[in-house]
Structure formats: C-alpha cells, structure tokens
C-alpha cells in the first residue's frame, strides 16, 4: 500500500485525502507534542505498533459521536454512579499505566499497545493542559476510566479501559456530559479501543472531518479549553 514517509526533522503531513483505502497516509517522523497537535488539526490520528515503526492514519468514514445530538440516560448514570466514583482529570497518569496494565500483554504486542514513548508525550500534552482522563474507582480502586486530547471544540479520544464491568460505560458518559456542558461539537473516536456496545456513533466521510478539523484549529489554535 503506498504511504508517505516523514522526517523527524520537519513536522509536516501530507494531505489526509492521500491516505489509503485503509486509511494509512504516512510512516515514520516522532510523537512530539507540536506534530502531535498538527496530526489532530489534519484530521490525522497515530497509530503504534511496538515492534513497527510510528503509523499514521485517516480513514474513510471517521466515526465520531456527536456531541450536541448525543441523548445521555441519566437513570443509567445514576444507578452507575451508585456503584463507582466518578473523577476527572485527578490520576491522568494512573489511567495510562491502567491501559498499558490491560493492552500491554507481552507473548501479544497487538497494536493496542501502549508504548512509553507514547506515555511520555501524553503526559507532555496533560501538563500542558491539552490532555484530560477520567477516572472511574470502586472501593478506592482505580477499575477504569478513559484518555483524550481537547483542541478547541473538539475532543480526540485515545483509550477506554476497564478491569470490571460497567466502568469503562460510566467514563464515557461522564465524559460526554462534560463535553455537552462545555459545548463542545464531537468526539473523534479514532480506533475500536473506544468502541462500545450501545452507544450510537456516526460516520463522518473524511473530507467532512478533516475540514472541520482544520476550521477548529484556525478557530481556536492551541488555545487551552477551560475543562
């Protein structure tokens, strides 16, 4: 399939409309914070094998979930809220080493690996305040929860973990009834490691997607979100 490849020395990205049927546009460059960010404002999401090189992809569809049209069942949430608490953005790196604890399965090395290089730029994007997890704990303990980077209106979801049933439910309600309260547009949900049973997502066709991207960025930057 054909790909373009990136200098690590220059951060840029080809056009997502070049991408493959599948998806991928280009291999290679780094996880830095700055191509990081121009990634999310392309349209562009990484994609990391732990014995592969770095993959970046923009398929076509893209699956979001629409915030704005998005009916939350509060009688769900408070019979989950019953069982779990509920916290935002307290234990951002307890959330990653919670996913790399679940995906990281040695004999495996599936693609849903959590590498540190990873793990250290998403720290970098929460300390700059771009990054946002919520925590999902049951007697004290941390049982799931989820990872995403905010750019203007726009939340870019990473990881949905779970260790017990129902919490990894419960992070992503609470995630969208923040995003509804801060008026944000969509959730990206890049990768089937945010799919989950019963919520309903849309299909956006790429040129949609990346086309809102781009307005957002020219919007809003860089600018921190008030989360």
Not at 16 to 35: K, T, W
């Amino acid at each position: 399939m054909p790909y373009f490849e990136l200098s690590k020395e220059k951060i840029t990205f080809p056009p997502a409309y070049f991408a493959a049927i599948d998806g991928l546009i280009a291999v290679g460059g780094d996880m830095s914070v700055e191509r990081m960010q121009l990634a999310y404002n392309s349209g562009i999401y990484y994609w990391h094998h732990p014995l592969k090189r770095i993959q970046w992809w923009s398929p076509d569809p893209r699956i979001v979930l629409m915030i704005d049209s998005f009916v939350l069942s509060e009688k769900r949430m408070t019979l989950l809220n019953e069982e779990f608490k509920v916290s935002i953005n307290t234990s951002f790196e307890s959330v990653l080493r919670l996913c790399q604890q679940v995906n990281n399965i040695d004999d495996e090395m599936g693609p849903e690996w959590l590498s540190e290089r990873a793990v250290r730029t998403f720290l970098e994007l929460h300390k700059r305040g771009f990054a946002h997890s919520v925590e999902v704990r049951k007697a004290d303990q941390l049982v799931g929860g989820l990872f995403g980077v905010a750019i203007g209106k726009l939340f870019f979801g990473e990881y949905l973990v779970s260790i017990v049933d129902s919490a990894d439910e419960l992070a992503l309600l609470h995630l969208v009834k923040r995003l509804k309260d801060k008026e944000f547009e969509l959730m990206d949900m890049q990768k089937e490691t945010l799919f989950f049973e019963g919520i309903d997502y849309n299909e956006l066709a790429r040129i949609d997607f990346v086309a809102r991207c781009k307005e957002n960025a020219e919007k809003h930057g860089n600018v921190i979100v008030d989360f």
